[in-house]
């Protein structure tokens, strides 16, 4: 890939990609590769400073957010434009919002809720495989969202936590 990439950590001015980010996320919802976001929950990450997003050129080409819980920050939304795929940027995002999380400087545990391809990103960064059960009940709450609620535990989800 030859155009230059920019990652920037979202503010009010990127509010105007959310119908975009919803685009990528919902494409891949539906593939049950992710969860489904609101638009409502797609502001107020980027409007907190809670994304980060990617572009080439001027074009939106991957997102990445932080979500709250009471005892976690949960990495999540990760996904790249497929023309974009399997150069990097998955990673790179992935890198970026740990920073950020880390900026946070919370007690809480910093997790990831991967599908069984992409936890290979944080598995590469040192991220630790735990049980489902490892995990609080507040976080499997985005199961709703998800298109194999039926099949939880039994789904393609692996839950990691950054190494403290
Ligand atoms: C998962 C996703 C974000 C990866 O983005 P990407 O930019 O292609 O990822 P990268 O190029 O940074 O790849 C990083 C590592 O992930 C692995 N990886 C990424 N895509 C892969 C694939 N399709 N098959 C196997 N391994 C893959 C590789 O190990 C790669 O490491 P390497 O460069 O040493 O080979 C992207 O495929 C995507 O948007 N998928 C759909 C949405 C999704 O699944 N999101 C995750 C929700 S939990």
Excluded at 48 to 54: F, G, Q, R, T
Excluded at 140 to 163: A, I, N, Q, T
């Amino acid at each position: 890939m030859k155009e230059k990439l920019i990652f920037e950590k979202s503010s009010s001015k990127h509010l105007q990609f959310v119908e975009e980010v919803k685009i990528l996320i919902d494409r891949e919802a539906r593939k049950d590769n992710m969860v489904y976001q609101t638009e409502e929950a797609l502001s107020e990450q980027i409007m907190n400073e809670d994304a980060v997003l990617v572009f080439s050129e001027s074009r939106l080409v991957g997102y990445i957010c932080l979500e709250y819980w009471k005892n976690y920050i949960e990495i999540g939304g990760l996904v790249v434009d497929p023309e974009y795929r399997e150069s990097g940027i998955g990673y790179q995002l992935t890198v970026e919002v740990i920073e950020l999380a880390l900026s946070k400087k919370s007690d809480k545990e910093i997790i990831i809720l991967a599908n069984s391809v992409s936890c290979l990103i944080p598995k590469k960064i040192g991220f630790v495989v735990k049980e489902k059960n490892y995990f609080h009940s507040e976080v499997w709450e985005l199961c709703e969202m998800c298109e194999s609620r039926h099949k939880f535990p039994d789904c393609r989800c692996v839950g990691l936590v950054y190494p403290v």
